[in-house]
Antibody, heavy 124, light 107 residues
Framework: EVQLVESGGGLVQPGGSLRLSCEAS????????MDWVRRAPGKGLEWVGR??????????EYAASVRGRFTISRDDSKSSLYLQMNSLKTEDTAVYYC???????????????WGEGTTVTVSS | DIQLTQSPSFLSASVGDRVTITCRAS??????LAWYQQKPGKAPKLLIY???TLQTGVPSRFSGSGSGTEFTLTISSLQPEDFATYYC?????????FGQGTKLEIK
């Protein structure tokens, strides 16, 4: 069964750091780009960022709201995706989802498999 | 950044109704658009990609159309399990933005 399972969420103070993990199973993780998406309370979905695969030098993309504070990485040997979140703000409070990206070409890079999410709360 | 505007933001409908949700892009994005469904407490689910291609396993009552700047998601005959929030997402440029969502509620 194709599956993504996030972990690492919790309560953190403003200015703090947190590292989320996403463990993949049931498919060849190294073949896929991977995304992080979040949903803040009462808000809609927000794309956070992406890591490409080894063939694309593991390059990354980020939303402006997190660029410079969040870092996406992956360990293909562990079929795992990570989101390092630094300098956290109250507005980063959200459920964070990891998602598998189906294709690599522009327009075909939709997210076809999603985890159930992990909750991050930034509050003093 | 490309802005996506969905209309309506809220929609009240009955089982059996035909409903249409519109997604407008701030600039042309060819057919680089996906639609997702999200139910409370659950992960989003891919419904349609490339504006009109139905994801495997998604019921045929869902359909998508459009290109350029205007897109639609249509549910031909609402079923009880279709009451959820729907999002469009553009796949044309970074950042990969979503529409604000359309919450479909039971009338």
């Amino acid at each position: 069964e194709v599956q993504l399972v996030e972990s690492g969420g919790g309560l953190v103070q403003p200015g703090g750091s947190l590292r989320l993990s996403c463990e993949a199973s049931g498919f060849t993780f190294s073949d896929h780009y991977m995304d992080w998406v979040r949903r803040a309370p009462g808000k809609g979905l927000e794309w956070v960022g992406r890591t490409r695969k080894k063939a694309n030098s593991y390059t990354t993309e980020y939303a402006a709201s997190v660029r410079g504070r969040f870092t996406i990485s992956r360990d293909d040997s562990k079929s795992s995706l990570y989101l390092q979140m630094n300098s956290l703000k109250t507005e980063d409070t959200a459920v964070y989802y990891c998602a598998r990206v189906r294709g690599v070409l522009v327009g075909s890079d939709y997210m076809d498999v999603w985890g159930e999410g992990t909750t991050v709360t930034v509050s003093s | 950044d490309i802005q996506l505007t969905q209309s309506p933001s809220f929609l009240s409908a009955s089982v059996g109704d035909r409903v249409t949700i519109t997604c407008r892009a701030s600039q042309g994005i060819s057919s680089d658009l996906a639609w997702y469904q999200q139910k409370p407490g659950k992960a989003p689910k891919l419904l349609i990609y490339a504006a009109s291609t139905l994801q495997t396993g998604v019921p045929s009552r869902f359909s998508g159309s459009g290109s350029g700047t205007e897109f639609t998601l249509t549910i031909s005959s609402l079923q009880p399990e279709d009451f959820a929030t729907y999002y469009c997402q553009q796949l044309n440029s970074y950042p990969r933005t979503f529409g604000q969502g359309t919450k479909l509620e039971i009338k």
